[in-house]
């Protein structure tokens, strides 16, 4: 089976902002999530998100962390949580499992279909911004529940481990 380059989407339409990901969602698109993370927290009028995982085939745990971080953004801000789309059996049992039940209304499919949805620019990241996104996203997931604590502590280690060593030369 081919992996498809990931892809965001995005539309907003009456409040309410659509986040559509597509084919193979890594830690290369984190900073462009990340970005939209932040737009999204300053949005004016914004009432709802709706996050479409339907047409993504894999979403890495950095990709996650930032999905997190959006709803993490957005909590106070709107009257219900926001939610995700989510057809793909697999893709449903993770996002259990790392407790996005907690931030995120999981459906199967969506209220309504979305109007026009655009391709977000990617924006690029050096290594040294990737790494800290990845550090970042990771510590968010840890912060979701226990599972993921475990899961990611390792990690985490590893990446402040070699942080700290960059700062130090």
Same mark, same amino acid.
């Given at each position: ?7 965001? /989407? ?9 986040? /559509? ?6 830690? @290369? ?5 990340? @970005? ?6 300053? @949005? ?11 047409? *993504? ?11 997190? /971080? ?8 709107? /009257? ?20 996005? *039940? ?10 309504? !279909?979305p109007h026009e949805l655009r391709d977000?620019?990617?924006?690029? *990241?050096?290594? !040294? ?16 529940? !226990? ?9 985490? !280690? ?5 942080? *700290? ?5």
């Amino acid at each position: 089976m081919m992996m498809h380059e990931g892809r965001l /989407k995005a539309a907003f339409d009456s409040g309410v902002f659509v986040l /559509k990901l597509c084919g193979d969602v890594r830690l @290369t698109l984190c900073a462009t999530l990340d @970005t939209q993370a932040q737009r999204l927290a300053e @949005t004016p009028g914004l009432e709802a998100v709706m996050v479409d995982l339907r047409e *993504a085939t894999n979403v890495d745990s950095t990709a996650l962390g930032f999905l997190a /971080k959006v709803a993490m953004a957005l909590q106070g801000r709107l /009257k219900q949580p926001p939610t995700i789309v989510v057809d793909n059996p697999d893709v449903r049992r993770m996002l259990d499992v790392m407790g996005f *039940a907690h931030y995120f209304t999981l459906v199967d499919s969506p209220i309504t !279909e979305p109007h026009e949805l655009r391709d977000l620019p990617e924006v690029p *990241a050096d290594e !040294e911004g990737l790494r800290h996104r990845i550090l970042e996203a990771h510590r968010i997931l840890m912060h979701m529940n !226990e599972h993921n604590r475990e899961q990611f502590q390792p990690l985490v !280690e590893m990446l402040e481990a070699q942080e *700290a060593e960059t700062h130090r030369h």
